[in-house]
């Protein structure tokens, strides 16, 4: 195991109804003018908006709105926030939502408290030092953003998605009740359990020796998804498992289970590609480059792969033949996927194989240049692993 800090102050309040907390939650960590951020229509419709601002108004806390964040949020929208967050002299921002709403008020918060433009950031041009306070109200479980210092954009001219991080964009606080993500469609809970498992997964892949508590830690998460998620598509107002999925979500990536071992992140990265051109949701692009990633990469530690089969998916091991158990848990893996509704191919999810190319160029490795923690890919290993996946 190597070394590590880890550091995750972010408080969490749990459970039925915790939403109507928001107001004393925002007065404990000094709010006093709050930008309230949100998507669509559902948190209007549902009546959460409403009770998020009585909570607030409880409290005498003034604050103005901001909703219709996109899917894989964009650029646009940011720039709006920042600007609407200087005039009002917002010193507080709460975001009422899912991953996107949650970084977009990320980067909203980044950029009230910067100069320049906040896409320097996200392209790496400066680091996040200091940001306005944010918090969450959670309404997917998936992105794991209500517990991460991370935050993705996507900037509409060439619909690049890019990501910026630091412990100044880590809420403040994040609520969290499951009740809140009954009315979600199957097809959003599963995308969202699928981004839980990719999180577990890109830091399941290490090449880092003797880490048998976060390997099992990996393990148990995963185990849980595969458990909960059967029984969220049959009922979707299953609570105790809407409740176990969203402790998932965060636990996933708030870096408990990747401590003191190497990461990867090069699925998430080959991903966002797909996301950022095709307008994906984020979940189905991952459930159809995870498993082509995984073939990929296999043979650089097959072990490690046919522990997966083994520990996670159930498979016996064939010690005379350990590829052949690896195959065996990357298909099983395939198979639930699949089980809970989500897309296998390129094509499904709007890929085409003459965009191969773009998706490459638009991930942007210089000529010559590899990414990744487990297996160093270059520009050619990436368009290979998008020849898999159609």
């Given amino acids: 195991m190597e070394n590590f ?227 969220v598509i049959a009922n979707p107002n299953d609570y105790q498992a809407r409740a176990n999925i969203m402790w998932a979500g965060m636990v996933a990536h708030n870096n408990i289970v990747g401590v003191g071992r190497s990461q990867d992140w090069n699925s998430h990265g080959i991903e966002h590609e797909l996301s950022g051109l095709y307008d994906c949701a984020h979940g189905a692009g991952l459930a159809v480059i995870m498993p082509a990633w995984m073939k990929f990469v296999m043979k650089h530690d097959v072990m490690r792969f046919a522990q997966m089969a083994v520990r996670i998916w159930g498979c016996k091991m064939d010690f005379s033949n350990p590829e052949k158990t690896a195959c065996e848990g990357i298909q099983a893996f395939r198979n639930f996927l699949n089980s809970i509704g989500m897309p296998s191919t390129l094509a499904e999810v709007g890929g085409k194989a003459e965009d191969i190319p773009t998706l490459v160029k638009n991930f942007g490795l210089a000529e010559g240049a590899k990414t990744g923690g487990f297996v160093n890919l270059s520009s050619e290993d990436i368009a290979e692993i998008y020849k898999l996946a159609l």
């Fill in 5 to 231: 800090t880890f550091y995750s102050p972010t408080k969490f309040v749990f459970g039925k109804d915790t939403e109507s907390q928001c107001g004393k939650l925002v007065k404990e960590f000094g709010g006093s003018k709050v930008l309230i951020h949100f998507g669509g229509g559902s948190v209007v419709k549902s009546g959460l908006l409403d009770r998020v601002k009585k909570s607030l108004d409880e409290e005498k806390i003034p604050y103005v709105e901001l909703g219709g964040v996109q899917p894989n949020p964009r650029d646009v929208k940011v720039y709006e926030g920042i600007e609407l967050c200087k005039k009002e002299n917002i010193d507080f921002i709460l975001a009422v939502g899912g991953g996107s709403v949650i970084d977009s008020a990320k980067a909203i918060a980044l950029g009230n408290e910067y100069d320049g433009d906040f896409w320097d950031f996200y392209c790496g041009k400066a680091a996040p030092q200091k940001a306005t306070p944010v918090a969450t109200v959670l309404t997917i479980a998936a992105a794991g953003s209500e517990g991460s210092g991370d935050s993705v954009i996507t900037k509409e001219e060439g619909m690049v998605k890019r990501g910026a991080g630091g412990e100044c964009i880590r809420p403040k606080f994040s609520v969290l009740n499951p009740e809140l993500t009954q009315t979600l469609p199957a097809y959003q809970t599963a995308c969202g359990i699928t981004d839980i498992m990719a999180h577990v997964f890109e830091r399941y892949f290490t090449n880092t020796k003797d880490v048998e508590t976060t390997d099992r830690l990996c393990e148990a998460v995963l185990l849980a998804m595969i458990n909960e998620a059967p029984k």
